[in-house]
Nanobody
Framework: EVPLVESGGNLVQPGGSLRLSCVAE????????MFWVRQAPGKGLEEVAS???????WYADDVLGRFTISRDNDENTVYLQMTNLKSEDTAVYYC??????????????RGQGTQVTVSS
């Protein structure tokens, strides 16, 4: 059973914007830090952004200033607003429920992912 459902990925031109959503279906996100990670073609998973229970966010250097992570605990949803998209942002984006606060722990859970393709 997949506990998270991502959506919002699409084909977009360089410089464009997208908003990804992640709905948690089997647990309440309010007690967890939540993560967005991505996997580009031929590469491993990399952390993109995270948000703790209090709303404090962290961003990878290459998305800082372009991406914004947010959460709506009442809607049980995490968002990733992406602006000024670049070709190197092309990847499958996953929302992650961490285990013991660690996104890449073997017991961490993620959804099926949503494809973001940045191309002219």
């Amino acid at each position: 059973e997949v506990p998270l459902v991502e959506s919002g990925g699409n084909l977009v031109q360089p410089g464009g914007s997208l908003r990804l959503s992640c709905v948690a279906e089997t647990f309440y996100i309010r007690t967890y830090s939540m993560f967005w990670v991505r996997q580009a073609p031929g590469k491993g998973l990399e952390e993109v952004a995270s948000i703790d229970r209090y709303g404090d966010a962290w961003y990878a250097d290459d998305v800082l200033g372009r991406f914004t992570i947010s959460r709506d605990n009442d809607e049980n949803t995490v968002y990733l607003q992406m602006t000024n998209l670049k070709s190197e942002d092309t990847a499958v984006y996953y929302c992650v429920k961490p285990f013991s606060g660690v996104w890449n722990h073997p017991k961490a859970r993620r959804g099926q992912g949503t494809q973001v393709t940045v191309s002219s």
